[in-house]
């Protein structure tokens, strides 16, 4: 089944979305899909052609990134998540699934908070659940980056930055991940630094939904994993095999089964 693209018009400027239609058959609710940064909705393709046929899909660019509108200012991740929920307001999505990745759990999270009315359950791939002395460190790991430069020093470093995020190189994933850093070069720090003045532990206690929290063994965040069930009763754990940030893409077929059992149970089918 082939992936759509279209964009959503919200107050901050249109997004950029992928999407495989809904079918007759297909009864399940929308499921909706937010990226990693600096990547984009593409990093989604291989989940939405594994559950293609099971219910409506949609993976969004966030603001900033891929072909969506670029935010002025220093957006805050309620302002992103505004412009994301607004996007689905466009496109007519009243009640759906939201799985997110790194990044894209933050906004998530403050989305399903924000509108439980809205959300029916939270899958978080890699999120952040830190303290504030924690999310200083990583703010600090992470830090800027490089703003190209006359000699084009900036290309190399970044290639070497997104090459070091995985054990094993994929050319093609490198590459694209690469394309993400470029076009996200003037916007890339300002969604980290959205994500690292939320407290997202206060956030996540406000979701009522379903929360299924995972983690790839070798993620970043993988060690504060089981903080999220052991602090809130409506969330599960689970650990997938190593993959470092690239789980939808590297570990695709597992990525989508555990999906599909865990929207089967809150769907009841």
């Known amino acids: ?10 107050p901050g400027g249109q997004i950029h979305y992928r999407y495989v239609a809904s079918q007759a058959d297909a009864p399940g609710l929308p499921l909706v899909f937010l990226h990693r940064t600096p990547s984009s909705s593409v990093s989604f393709e291989g989940m939405m052609e594994g559950l293609a046929g099971s219910r409506p899909l949609y993976a969004l660019d ?3 990134f891929g072909n969506s509108f670029d935010p002025a200012g220093n957006p805050t991740v309620t302002d992103y998540s505004n412009w994301l929920a607004a996007a689905l307001d466009d496109l007519g999505i009243d009640e759906l699934h939201l799985y997110g990745h790194h990044t894209g759990t933050h906004f ?19 999120a952040a659940y830190l303290t504030a002395d924690e999310r200083a460190r990583f703010r600090q790991m992470v830090g800027k980056a490089m703003m190209p430069d006359a000699d084009g020093k900036y290309l190399a470093v970044t290639w070497q930055l997104i ?6 190189f994929d050319p093609d994933l490198v590459h694209r991940e ?3 850093a470029l076009r996200a070069v003037h916007t ?5 630094n959205a994500i690292w003045d939320q407290d997202y532990p ?9 929360i299924l929290a995972l983690s790839c063994e070798d993620d970043f965040f993988a060690d504060y994993l089981q903080r999220i069930p052991d ?3 409506n969330a599960t754990a689970m650990v997938q095999g190593p993959g470092t940030v690239a789980a939808p893409e590297l570990d695709t077929q597992n990525s989508v089964r555990i999906v599909r059992e865990f929207l089967g149970r809150v769907e009841g089918t």
């Open 178 to 180: 690469f394309c993400g």
């Open 1 to 10: 089944m082939a992936i759509k693209k279209g964009y959503a018009e919200t």
């Open 62 to 64: 966030t603001p900033g």
């Open 163 to 168: 090459r070091g995020l995985f054990k094993t």
């Open 188 to 192: 890339r720090d300002k969604a980290f």
């Open 231 to 233: 602090n809130h009763a």
């Open 108 to 126: 998530a999270t403050e989305i399903a908070a924000a509108q439980p009315q809205r959300v029916r359950s939270l899958t978080v791939n890699g």
């Open 202 to 210: 206060a956030v996540l206690a406000r979701v009522s939904c379903p």
